[in-house]
């Protein structure tokens, strides 16, 4: 992050609920949270010791984006993303949180990861070449890495804590985690979001492999997507043109990294991973500003520029 940023952080230490991955979630009277990006990037359940530049405003003007064409679909926690609506004692801290932040609800978020898949690749391949299925879902025999599944598909995992790993639940699981009705709802949503956001990407060229959607209740009761929606964090994004099934994808996300670590960077897994390298970190800030400047039409660095 820039040394303003991180400086916006330290000034509302006071304020500080919670540290994820990637993103600082901070006290805002009784029913709000300011949630600030950072530059962190993570793989493997671990959090990188190199930081992406400018990746928190990256993933923050593209999940706003996608909340706007999600809008019909499911509501969201966003109450405002602009500085100037912020509360006055947040002012003093505008220019570092300009791009990178957003005031929002507090949500009460379920304790499932709702992943929705429309291509096999990752763990779903791993798990498919072990079992035949995927998160109990039966699949035909005879899939490849990048196949295009005969219907997308709600894949959930656990919610694990930082440093452990998400493990795959089949839908009776589910159901035993937060009842038939809510199980039905979060598969529901999961997949429409999906489909939505599948379809607009594929106008832009870019086919939407699978996504996280984190999901949760506001004070009412409504169901509302929290965190981030259909970043390159969250989601596989591969070029249309250039798919073949049977290898690793080309893509516009973080696997770039995930491929860096385990074929190029000497890593073996035992410990904590090693710095990225100079053009590893650049590579990777420009497979994220591309996602989002095919994905929106927008220049990113006019986003930079205005917040």
């Known amino acids: 992050m820039t040394p303003a940023a991180a400086g916006a952080l330290a000034g509302l230490a006071d304020r500080h609920v919670h540290s994820g991955k990637v993103r600082e979630l901070f006290a805002v009277g009784d029913d709000l949270l300011l949630m600030v990006a950072t530059d962190r990037i993570s793989a493997f359940d671990y959090v990188l010791p190199t930081e992406i530049p400018d990746k928190g405003a990256i993933l923050t003007a593209l999940s706003l984006w996608w909340f706007d064409q999600l809008a019909d679909v499911v509501p969201n926690h966003v109450v405002t993303a602009d500085v100037a609506d912020y509360p006055t004692d947040l002012a003093p801290y505008a220019d570092a949180l300009r791009g990178r932040s957003v005031l929002c609800r507090r949500l009460d978020m379920v304790p499932v990861e709702c992943v929705a898949r429309g291509y096999l690749t990752g763990g779903g391949f791993t798990e498919y070449v072990e079992r035949g299925s995927v998160c109990g879902v039966e699949l035909p025999a005879g899939l490849e890495d990048g196949s295009r599944l005969p219907e997308p598909i709600f894949t959930p995992t656990t919610k694990a804590p930082v440093g452990e790993h998400d493990q795959p639940m089949d839908f009776?699981?589910?159901?035993?985690?937060?009842?038939?009705?809510?199980?039905?709802?979060?598969?529901?949503?999961?997949?429409?979001?999906?489909?939505?956001?599948?379809?607009?990407?594929?106008?832009?060229?870019?086919?939407?492999?699978d996504t996280k959607v984190e999901l949760?209740?506001?004070?009412?009761?409504?169901?509302?997507?929290?965190?981030?929606?259909?970043?390159?964090?969250?989601?596989?994004?591969?070029?249309?043109?250039?798919?073949?099934?049977?290898?690793?994808?080309?893509?516009?996300?973080k696997q770039y990294v995930r491929d860096w670590l385990l074929h190029e960077s000497g890593w073996d897994r035992s410990g904590p991973p090693p710095p990225l390298p100079d053009d590893v970190v650049q590579r990777t800030r420009q497979k994220y500003v591309d996602a989002y400047e095919r994905l929106t039409g927008r220049d990113f660095a006019s986003y930079l520029r205005t917040g």
Do not use: M
């Open 216 to 253: 949760g209740r506001d004070s009412d009761g409504v169901l509302r997507i929290g965190d981030e929606v259909l970043t390159p964090d969250s989601s596989r994004f591969w070029p249309a043109d250039s798919r073949q099934p049977g290898r690793q994808q080309p893509s516009y996300d």
């Open 172 to 209: 009776a699981a589910v159901v035993d985690e937060v009842g038939a009705e809510l199980a039905q709802r979060l598969r529901a949503v999961t997949l429409d979001v999906y489909a939505r956001a599948a379809s607009i990407a594929e106008r832009a060229g870019i086919l939407l492999a």
